[in-house]
């Protein structure tokens, strides 16, 4: 029998840690002399007070779905896939490749080929440390980490090469054609005659995201690929013995992760920039790994992080411009706060949460 019920597990939990986070931000705050209430005030406006702050709270919030989906179905076979970044950055390749060989009608017929491209770039960049680990022993997290270099020095050769915009001095590539061009919200919500910023970035991409979130619910959850994924997390010995291949879990769970984290490039090079650009992922694959973790590696936990965390990008940039006195470095502190309180200090709220529930089941019995 589970020590607590599920809902206490991806919900109540994450929440009673994001409040000890944000305390303990606060405390931060105000030893630099600041008003953590007003901190807080001017993060919560700037990330919903308006359409634009939405806007960029759900674009950023789309990234970090995908690159949170993809280290959960890899840590759902037991490995931790630090790779993101690369992967993600790797694919932004095969969607400029995609989008830049024909001059498309309607992004309609462009979307389905550059997620293909995306994904299989993104997928192969993964499957090589996943090889590495099933046939020769290399340890998943160095493997991933080392790809991430080799992808930004990749990526480095392509847009200062073959890939480069003649007409420019910066690492990119020229622009998409005008039939490439992903529907805004703004474009999406304008027929139903509701209003939306025009200059917020987010896109059809968010329901990309969605819809991908119920697709590894339903793998992970309601299929037998996806009970061997879980099966193997949970007991690689006891999987083996029954007749699940270690190698072709190892496989297939890295190229999924590898494709899911190849989707962010749909969302930022396709939908937002409409070009290739160097540094595109911002750091947004290692987000993934704490929203993944605070998340509890379930797609409904990483939804509502995702959010979580693209109010904090948002909302921090918007505390940068109305509270000078807090630097860039402050933010990060508390980002960093909820990922220590979510990730690394899950047990010290976790066990108490288990023996009141516990507790309860026995006077209740």
Not at 233 to 239: E, F, R, V, W
Not at 269 to 286: D, P, S, T, W
Request: with cysteine.
């Amino acid at each position: 029998m589970d020590k607590m019920p599920k809902w206490a597990d991806v919900i109540l939990i994450p929440l009673i840690s994001l409040s000890l986070a944000l305390f303990a931000s606060g405390l931060v705050v105000l030893a630099i002399g600041e008003d953590p209430v007003q901190a807080i005030t001017v993060m919560i406006k700037g990330a919903l007070g308006s359409t634009s702050g939405i806007g960029y709270t759900l674009y950023y919030a789309t990234n970090y779905m995908f690159t949170g989906l993809a280290v959960a179905v890899a840590f759902h076979a037991r490995m931790f896939n630090i790779g993101g970044e690369g992967q993600a950055a790797i694919s932004g390749v095969g969607v400029a490749v995609v989008l830049l060989a024909f001059d498309w009608p309607h992004w309609t017929i462009a979307l389905p080929f550059a997620i293909l491209g995306g994904g299989l770039f993104g997928a192969t960049w993964a499957a090589i440390p996943a090889y590495l680990q099933a046939r020769r022993g290399s340890h998943i997290v160095i493997t991933t980490i080392m790809f991430n270099f080799i992808a930004a020095a990749v990526m480095g050769f392509l847009l200062n090469g073959i890939l480069k915009n003649p007409d420019t001095q910066n690492a990119e590539t020229v622009k998409f054609p005008e039939g490439a061009h992903l529907p805004t919200i703004h474009e999406m919500l304008a027929p139903l005659g509701i209003e939306f910023s025009k200059s917020a970035p987010a896109n059809v991409s968010l329901l990309l995201a969605l819809l991908c979130a119920f697709l590894v619910w339903f793998l992970l959850w309601r299929t037998r690929l996806g009970y061997a994924i879980r099966a193997f997390g949970h007991s690689p010995t006891a999987a083996s013995y029954a007749g699940i291949s270690a190698f072709k879990i190892t496989m297939i769970a890295m190229i999924i992760s590898g494709a899911l984290a190849g989707m962010l490039s749909i969302n930022v090079v396709m939908g937002e920039q409409e070009r290739l650009i160097k540094e595109f992922v911002e750091g947004a694959g290692f987000v993934g790994i704490a929203v993944a973790l605070m998340g509890r590696n379930h797609p409904i936990g990483i939804i509502l992080a995702a959010l979580l965390f693209g109010m904090l990008a948002q909302g921090g940039f918007e505390l940068l411009w109305e509270m000078p006195g807090i630097s860039k470095e402050v933010v990060l502190v508390i980002q960093g706060m909820i990922i220590l309180f979510t990730g690394a200090l899950d047990y010290m709220v976790r066990k108490p949460v288990e023996k009141l529930f516990m507790r309860a089941r026995k006077e209740q019995s």
